[in-house]
């Protein structure tokens, strides 16, 4: 079996969701996988990793045939455990979701599935995000397969460049026949208009609930937004050097001392 | 009092930590000053929101003379919670910090401190993230000073380029005189190699946490690591558009379909 690829896979929406049932039925067709995967949903959870408490990992029967462990941790803990703890060579790939909701655009900064597959990355290994455009438990998966095999057959081909990962959105469809394509993009430049919902507590103390709208300004036809907007796959290749060095000889020129 | 400058600070050490009192100092000298910041340790967060729970905001009584409230949420969720409910106007700058430990190189990702000022320059706030190579409660945070004052004053003087933000690091030091002074720099590609430390739990489970090891192969002298060791001062910009821009081309060369 040594030839076979070795495939992780995690999410952020929990072990037991079935975003990431179909994406396991998937990977297993390329390779050996092992998934490391939250116990409990994780979403918004970002780069966050787990440095004042324990963690768990404990082996669960979630996927027939699969060895699968479930974590108290974020999703970026559960790529290192999976690292650390469970695996004897680094993987082939990490394939992380498949997200029950859009992480496009400014949503891959707070997106636990998004920041496992940047983990991922960091790591060395070629690491794909994939989501769909709607948040329904029941959401429907299936148009999303032939494009995310294409995708994975692709990257297990080409690998990836240094420093770069994946991430894949899938519009809401009825079936694939709905889908136009892929479009490989860059993120719009859009971003959230938090709305916090007052509510007071029966002792009369005052607590707030996160809401928010998406607000996209930006109108390139090169962008994620733009792709899923006119039904088809974006792709777009994400990095973690978040330098911005356009700006260095900015900076460079400002006289700090005055 | 229209004409000073409006001044948010957050942190992610809590709003109890030497560091953020420090920064409070500093920050006062130059404006009106707004503080919202954690209740309890929040570091590692990186860029989590709350979502699944509701969060308090507290008034609290912390620094003589400035407004501050307290929060049960993540460093990004005081800056949402600011920016919604406390604030009238979009402030002039947000600082974040000064943080008890090092946010250079790939620590950016998990920073619940860098995270802060990166959701302030989504919102269009020109936003600096402030650290000291420091992890100890009693840090001495004097010879930050004189560089935060010249950053603070020059950010306030000159505006910040839209989609950037600072990640300004201080090296440890007795002294203003032992640092040799500024240096604007990239961030050095360099990771963390985790290592859980495994122990039983007085029921015969298992439990790990989280430990690692800093590993920098990045040689550069125009690194933020490169200037720390060198007793400067390290000022990176970020970007949180995180498009692998310059691999667009490559994927569009794959072949998808075969």
């Not at 324990?54 to 559960?78: E, H, N, W």
């Not at 455009?133 to 299936?142: G, H, M, S």
């Not at 394509?181 to 005052?206: S, T």
Request: net charge negative.
């Amino acid at each position: 079996m040594a030839d076979k690829p070795l495939i992780l896979v995690t999410n952020d929406d929990s072990i037991n969701a079935p975003g990431i049932h179909n994406l396991v039925e998937i990977a297993r067709e390329f390779g050996d996988v092992l998934v490391v995967a939250p116990d409990s949903a994780q979403s918004g959870m970002g780069h966050a990793i787990t440095i004042n408490k324990p963690l768990r990992l404990d082996k669960v029967q979630v996927f027939p045939g699969i060895d699968a462990y479930q974590s108290s941790g974020t999703p970026v803990d559960c790529v290192k455990l999976a690292m650390d703890i469970l695996l004897h060579r680094k993987p082939d790939l990490l394939l992380s979701g498949i997200n029950h909701g859009s992480n496009s655009s400014i949503n891959v900064i707070y997106s636990g599935t998004m920041s496992a597959a940047v983990e991922g990355a960091i790591e060395g290994i070629p690491s794909i995000g994939f989501s769909l455009l709607d948040y329904a438990f029941d959401a429907n998966f299936e148009p999303c397969k032939p494009f995310a095999r294409q995708i994975i057959k692709t990257v297990l081909r080409e690998g990836m460049p240094k420093g770069t990962l994946l991430n894949v959105n899938f519009p809401k469809a009825n079936s694939a026949e709905e889908i136009k394509g892929m479009k490989i993009c860059r993120q719009a430049l859009a971003k959230w208009k938090e709305n916090f919902v007052e509510r007071e507590d029966p002792n009369g103390r005052k607590y707030y609930w996160l809401t928010g709208r998406f607000i996209n300004n930006d109108r390139g036809e090169d962008t994620d937004e733009w792709a899923l907007a006119n039904n088809y796959v974006s792709v777009v290749p994400v990095q973690f050097d978040m330098t911005d060095h356009h700006n260095i000889s900015l900076l460079n020129s400002w006289n700090f001392e005055s």
